[in-house]
DNA sequence: GTTGACCTTAGAGTTTACTCTAAGCTTATA
DNA sequence: TATAAGCTTAGAGTAAACTCTAAGGTCAAC
């Protein structure tokens, strides 16, 4: 049975995210101490580690939450249930990464215009882009 | 002399949006009618299109006033102080495009593994692999 | 002359995921 | 037996960028 710390280095959370998972019911304490500790066993602490690695491959609270779910009660959900959390995050995740290639380009774009160089910005072409509304480099890929 | 409503409509931001920028300093209106609604001349346009330049590209409101400095006083700063934001910005982006692709990688080895069918999850390698805290899918790039 | 669209302000609420604080027990160590 | 480290709770604070509300004044149109 560990204690809150220890599930803290065990998992790499801190016991504050884990009293702060425990609020979202992530992450649960099968029992207390007689004084009132947090309690954690071993099906505690393997859910914790799902926790964990759900969070660091980008899942979101909610998504956990609904993956934990499924875990507890496999045989009542289906594949489809997991696959369709999984397809919405690489979604998302997809999204994200297009948007951000676009401002990517647009910076890189940017930068190769200017020197970078010490005389003073009057003509600076960074400058003349972002001021003009109608500018190629700015509207994304042309 | 446009008003709020026109400048929104014309920027694409909205008046609330405007208000909140102008609390930020990135957005100011040179004049108020005789009934205090704010009224932007050319030159106000010009800067808020800037602005929404910007912040399309990618600046943070932070990034949009360190920009807007050096706009109002362009003799006094250099084309080094414009990159500096840039680069400062393109290596953020970069940066959280290599954690999301790498977040994007584990979701399709996850959604590879698994037929995504209406069988039950008691056996589905998606829940395994975020069960096995030691996954080689999930420790990303191996 | 009233409806409806638009404007004003200060300030609260939203989202996500923590992060920290205060006040007070408990436990291990020297 | 004192420290120090660790645990408890409720609740506030942080970050970024909005987004909305309330309560009220203004203006054009029918
Ligand atoms: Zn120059
Ligand atoms: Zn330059
Ligand atoms: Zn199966
Ligand atoms: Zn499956």
Chains 1, 2 share one sequence.
Do not use: W
């Not at 998302?92 to 948007?99: A, F, N, P």
């Not at 970078?116 to 509207?139: F, K, T």
Request: proline share 1%.
């Amino acid at each position: 049975m560990l204690k809150i710390g220890e599930l803290a280095s065990k998992t790499g959370l801190t016991a504050h995210t884990i009293r702060y998972y425990e609020k979202n019911g992530l992450i649960n304490a099968s029992q207390r101490s007689e004084v009132g500790y947090r309690c954690y066993n071993e099906s505690d602490v393997r859910q914790a580690e799902f926790v964990r690695t759900a969070r660091r491959i980008g899942f979101s609270i909610a998504d956990v939450a609904a993956l934990l779910s499924i875990r507890v009660d496999k045989t009542n959900h289906t594949c489809q249930d997991v696959t369709e959390i999984t397809q919405r995050k690489l979604k998302d995740v997809s999204e994200k990464i297009t948007e951000l290639r676009s401002m990517q380009k647009t910076l890189q774009i940017l930068l190769n215009s200017c020197s970078g160089g010490p005389e003073n910005a009057y003509h600076c072409s960074i400058m003349e882009a972002l001021d003009a509304s109608n500018s190629q480099a700015v509207r994304g890929r042309a």
